[in-house]
């Protein structure tokens, strides 16, 4: 349940188009849905924090990500799971009608409803740059781009394009611009953030990835790397962690929303331009 569906949800009641018996249906899983002992979906997170809750697949059985994705999806929002290994990927497409399976992620997806899909939320979340330093970086950066595309977001997918030729980043310094939040992938040392960061004058969301030879240690080089960037104001996600930088990039564009709605209320009331006829 996000926002502007629950919003639409008192409009039609106020309307009188929905009954008061309809909307109670609608709500009656807010916020949560024991599935059993084990699973208790968070139905409300979204509404809550900007983000629906996503299923983390890669200690899950394919049994239980297929019931968890199939309980989500009924709501009408889609679902998605990350970090499904192939062999369970294979059975969780076969139970959850619509499902798709993205293999360089590791992600399954489940689409939105038709309703949901042509909402209002899901058009307005703005462009994202995902930007991996390697090719080697792209299962992490597909992540982070997979999961914006089911929060909404449009991306621009920058790829190859890490420090060891740097003209190459160069090139695209214009269409790094375009997006509202930058993502930036990188292993070995780290240092394509700083770079990227010293181009462009939106957040920098730096993933660190455990690509690399002996002494990048598993990501840890990259990390330290990107914490002690000479370039200002980066932001670092784990080692990784695909995931938790596009919901970071999600919750940074939406405060552009929040300002614009907030001039927006400014305005209403008696003569203001924001009034409803």
Known sequence: MDRDRLKNLLRNVASGHVTTEEALDELR???FERIDQHINL???RELRSGAPEVVLGEWKSASEISRILVA?????????????APDKAEQVVKDVAGATYHDVARVVMVPPSAAASDSEH????????????GTSDVAVAEEAALTLEFLGHE????YDVGVAGVHRLLSEAERLSRGRVAIVVAGMEGALPSVV???IDRPVIAVP???????????FAALLGMLSSCAPGVTVVNIDNGFGAAVAATRMSQLRDVRSDSKSTDNDGPGGKGQEA
Do not use: C, E, N
Request: a positive charge; zero cysteines; proline letters at 2%.
């Open 197 to 199: 960061a010293s181009l």
């Open 122 to 133: 899901r058009s307005t979340r703005g462009l994202v740059a995902v930007v991996a330093a």
């Open 155 to 158: 991306i621009d997918r920058i």
């Open 29 to 31: 899983l807010l916020p």
């Open 209 to 219: 990835t455990s690509v690399g030879y002996g002494v990048s240690a598993g990501g």
């Open 42 to 44: 968070d139905h409300h």
């Open 72 to 84: 989500l999806a009924k709501r009408g929002r889609g679902a998605l799971a990350t970090r499904v």
